[in-house]
């Protein structure tokens, strides 16, 4: 029975470092809309979307896979000679996980500036409109006064 919990939590892993990759492409994907003034919004939008989704997967994995392992520990730590391989892979896939989510932080810091910086320039635009908007309802006031 370990032996098939121990395969599953390795699916597990190697399963979150594809939602990882997934989240990588969504963060590019995100700059890029970003970064492109003609970008719709709705497309920024649906990217959010799909990331939320991603995130559901991987707690949802890292809840599967600490039951799995709450019930494998002990065998674990009392056989390490006979699962040595089998947790060498899962201590590799955990390193390529933590480099994914390190990188994924990164890109998350660098979009949140972007999204600061695109909210700022949407304000400006629209305190822009605005002051535009009064002068022309000004000079139109002034007019019917002829």
């Known amino acids: ?7 599953i939590m390795l699916q597990s892993l190697k399963k979150k470092e594809q939602v990882l ?3 990588i492409r969504l ?3 995100q700059k890029d809309t970003l970064t492109d003034p003609e970008c719709p919004f709705d497309v920024f939008d649906e990217t959010v979307e799909a990331k939320s989704a991603c ?3 991987l707690n949802q994995l890292d809840s599967g896979f600490e039951k799995l392992y709450a019930q494998v520990a002990e ?5 390490r000679e006979d699962y040595a391989k089998e947790i060498r892979d899962m201590q590799q896939c955990i390193r390529r996980v933590t480099d994914k989510s390190v990188k994924i932080q990164a890109q998350e810091a660098r979009n949140k500036e972007l999204m600061r910086e695109k909210f ?3 304000h400006r635009q629209a305190k822009a409109v ?4 009064r002068a022309i309802t000004g000079y139109y006031n002034s007019m019917k006064e002829w």
Not at 75 to 79: H, I, P, V
Not at 130 to 133: D, E, F, V, Y
């Open 130 to 133: 605005r002051k535009n908007s």
């Open 21 to 23: 990759d997934e989240i």
């Open 75 to 79: 065998e674990l730590d009392q056989n």
């Open 55 to 57: 995130i559901d997967q």
């Open 27 to 29: 963060d590019d994907r």
């Open 120 to 122: 700022a320039t949407i």
């Open 1 to 7: 029975m370990p032996d098939t919990y121990i395969a």
